[in-house]
């Protein structure tokens, strides 16, 4: 295991859960469906404390969290820019386009984020002493809920469009419904929509 290529990655699991704070701060400006806003309150607050148990991470490795990476400079740009194009599509006045832009934008942060905790999970596993104690603890209280984050906002992006198509959408989506924890499962539920309508 590369240490170095840990801290890499730790470093851009903090600039990733910081920048989530802002992208659902600004997707809530942008939502318009009811359930989907408590939906994004609920992980806007997750996000926050993500935000401080991966601090807590940092403290347990005494690794400095203002240490400024290449990887994390990246990732706070990709962060900001998908706050910017959130901006962009309020901006242009079409609420329905902008809620399906904050959606995508959601994903797209989310999608990364699953990443760096599959992966400190899969660190966790390979660690040992303290390291391996503090990430198990971390990856234990956030997994299911980065799960969730990913794969009901897939849905929604998904049921949201169809809607704007002019189809039957499922509401809220079946990976809501069926309370989905894992792909197999959002796999499943997605095939099941037809049957949900
Ligand atoms: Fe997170
Ligand atoms: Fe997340």
Not at 8 to 22: I, K, R
């Amino acid at each position: 295991m590369k240490k170095d290529q840990m801290n890499n990655l730790l470093y851009e699991a903090l600039e990733t859960e910081l920048g989530g704070v802002q992208i659902y701060t600004t997707a809530l400006t942008c939502v318009q469906n009811k359930d989907l806003k408590e939906e994004w309150e609920k992980y806007l607050e997750q996000t926050q404390n993500h935000v401080e148990i991966v601090r807590g991470i940092f403290e347990k490795l005494e690794l400095d969290p203002d240490v400024e990476t290449p990887g994390r400079g990246v990732v706070r740009h990709i962060g900001e820019s998908l706050v910017k194009a959130m901006e962009l599509a309020k901006e242009a006045g079409e609420p329905a386009a902008a809620e399906l832009v904050a959606a995508e934008c959601v994903v797209l942060a989310e999608t990364k984020d699953h990443l760096n905790w599959e992966l400190i999970g899969e660190l966790a596993k390979e660690a040992k002493g303290t390291t391996a104690e503090a990430l198990k603890e971390a990856h234990d209280e956030v997994e299911e809920q980065e799960d969730e984050h990913l794969y009901h906002t897939t849905g929604w992006t998904r049921e949201l469009w169809i809607k704007s198509l002019g189809m039957p959408a499922v509401l809220p989506p079946p990976e809501e419904e069926k309370d989905v924890k894992t792909a197999i499962g959002a796999a499943r539920a997605k095939h099941q929509r037809a049957g949900m309508l």
